[in-house]
């Protein structure tokens, strides 16, 4: 189904956007599961629950550390929490269109929001490690290359910002699309069951457009973010 983007204008005519309306919902409710699945940790853990976050915890962790080196957690402290924050955030904005929500993913601004803060945090990691002599890398192999090197660092950003966007909106107007011919078939072909129409058709590809492609590509951005700040670091 065809979705138009809202917005929310006040008396002064600052207007908010659905996107951003949307995202403020998805950090509210990450905020309040954390905020309850949390609240009664003990040291040992003898709840389901504790027991499945320690899991999760651990395997983000042990994620981290196989990207980025065992020592991460010495040389960035906040970098599992980044690395985690990202990932849910990502996650869910791509899965809450099978709410009816508009994915904070199908908008641009979004996404590049996103890659600046990847390569925010790759230069400022890079600094810290290296100095000015981090910069150096854009002389290197040979002077020669300076152009180009300066271009594949505007290459970061651009690509960061455009996989995500244009894989999430690509499965967004395909579904679009596939609702709108559903409903003309069902006009020509009145005897034809609804419920075959709109479920048995759309399901497997909203699990692919919707499920696994959004957790591909949150599990991409988040692997990239984590080999580039490596790179910038080593």
Known sequence: MQKTQWIITFANGFKIS??????????AGLIIA?????????P?????VQIMLEYVIVSLRNLVHSNMGEDVEKRMPNML????????????????GLLGFKSPTTDVDTT?????????????????AKGLKYWKGLLEPIPLL?????????ATPISLT????????????????????LGYISTLIPNVSIPF??????VPLHLYFDLFSGCLQAFIFVMLTMVFVSNATE
């Open 81 to 96: 929490a980044y690395i985690g924050s990202l990932f849910l955030f990502f996650i869910c904005s791509n899965l809450i």
């Open 112 to 128: 590049l929001a996103w890659a600046l803060m990847t390569v925010f945090l790759i230069y400022f990691e890079g600094m810290k």
């Open 197 to 202: 129409l709109q479920l048995v058709i759309p």
């Open 18 to 27: 659905e996107t951003v309306v949307t995202s403020w919902m998805i950090m």
């Open 162 to 181: 455009f996989r995500p966007f244009g894989n999430i909106l690509g499965g967004t107007v395909i579904m679009g699309l596939l609702y709108k011919f």
């Open 44 to 48: 040992v853990p003898t709840s389901k």
């Open 34 to 42: 954390a905020l309850l699945l949390t609240r009664n940790l003990k």
């Open 146 to 154: 300076l152009p180009l090197n300066i271009v594949s660092e505007f």
